[in-house]
């Protein structure tokens, strides 16, 4: 099984011994640092096997870890990939994912240094990534100021919209549109988050795969800082509120707290949002000012005249299960 995923993988520079050794020996640029993360998908928390494409298990399991990085302004460099596979899981099946990861992996010039494979209950990819950053630089969620704009890319609440129409319309619902690219074959914001890094433009990012509110109250944790959210900036696409309206549900709370979006949320000085913006424009990413960061705790929406006070809730992995 090994031989036969990992056929074709081929030679890569910075790989000292790979694949076919005990453990994998990889050589890192002077003035380098390492960034890690793990992540994975889980069949029946993250996806039901009858109604998800294994092509896009795979590409979500590593794109999640790649989000993570993009979050940090890392480059990604090297992943290991778990294997936890029932004996009924067809051959066509663990092809179908496992070249997705390597497509994936390709087209940001990750190498695949190993893993493992076992038995199971229940289908689990997991993978850990490895990215590199510049000594001492890093974008971090720690790192936001009082009076930073709040930014975010793409259209967070696509995700969970399509998410809930699969869940309470009809598992087998397969509609063509811009929510289930977003939900099944998430694209990580890895060239804007190196790009804010190299650039200078930011020095504190997250990925918002939780929720937006979620993962902005770690932002607000971490940097000992409160926000106001603009009600009238927040993105939501039209295939969000035809969900919305379709299921009688909130397009709002979708983008506030759907989570599942690997989108990257961003604060920076308002002197370098209209550089931040051209950033995303040149990459073909909207990016959306949304906010603002200021001293007093505590997180709020306006909405009008009106100043409502969020909680930060998110998507829940242990309350439902995903597709």
């Given at each position: 099984m090994i031989a036969r995923l990992t056929a074709g993988l081929g030679a890569h520079h910075d790989v000292r011994a790979?694949?076919?050794?005990?453990?994998?020996i990889v050589?890192?640029?002077?003035?380098?640092?390492?960034?890690?993360?793990?992540?994975?998908?889980?069949?029946?928390?993250?996806?039901?096997r009858d109604i998800t494409p294994p092509e896009a298990v795979g590409h979500r399991a590593l794109a999640t870890n790649l989000s993570d990085l993009a979050a940090m302004g890392a480059r990604p460099r090297w992943a290991l990939v778990?294997?936890?596979?029932?004996?009924?899981v067809p051959l066509d099946w663990i092809d179908a994912a496992f070249s997705a990861i390597r497509a994936?992996?390709?087209?940001?010039d990750a190498a695949i240094v190993g893993g493992n494979i076992a038995r199971g209950s229940a289908i689990v990819i997991d993978v850990t990534a490895v990215g590199d950053v510049p000594a001492a630089h890093s974008l971090r969620r720690s790192a936001g100021t009082a009076g930073e704009t709040v930014l975010v890319t793409g259209y967070p609440g696509r995700s969970a919209a399509y998410l809930?129409?699969?869940?309470k319309e009809d598992a087998s619902a397969k509609i063509d549109s811009s929510a289930r690219q977003a939900h099944l074959f998430p694209e990580p914001r890895v060239n804007f988050g190196r790009a804010l890094l190299e650039r200078g433009l930011a020095r504190c990012a997250i990925d918002i795969s939780d929720g937006l509110t979620a993962d902005l109250g770690h932002v607000l944790a971490a940097s000992e800082v409160g926000a106001t959210l603009e009600e009238s900036a927040l993105p939501i696409d039209d295939e969000t509120r035809r969900i919305a309206s379709c299921l009688g549900s909130s397009a709002l709370e979708y983008v506030l707290t759907g989570g599942e979006a690997y989108e990257l949320l961003?604060?920076?000085h308002p002197g370098r949002v209209?550089?931040?913006?051209?950033?995303?424009?040149?990459l073909g990413l909207p990016?959306?000012?949304?906010?603002?960061?200021?001293?007093?705790?505590?997180?709020?929406?306006r909405e009008g005249a009106t100043l409502r006070t969020l909680a930060p809730r998110g998507h829940d992995h242990f309350r439902r299960s995903a597709s």
């Open positions: 790979g694949i076919g050794d005990d453990a994998a050589s890192l640029e002077p003035g380098r640092e390492v960034v890690l993360t793990v992540d994975g998908q889980v069949e029946g928390s993250h996806f039901l778990a294997l936890t596979l029932p004996a009924d994936l992996a390709a087209r940001f809930d129409l699969v869940l961003v604060s920076a209209d550089e931040i913006i051209a950033v995303g424009a040149a990016v959306h000012p949304i906010g603002y960061l200021h001293a007093e705790p505590g997180l709020r929406l």
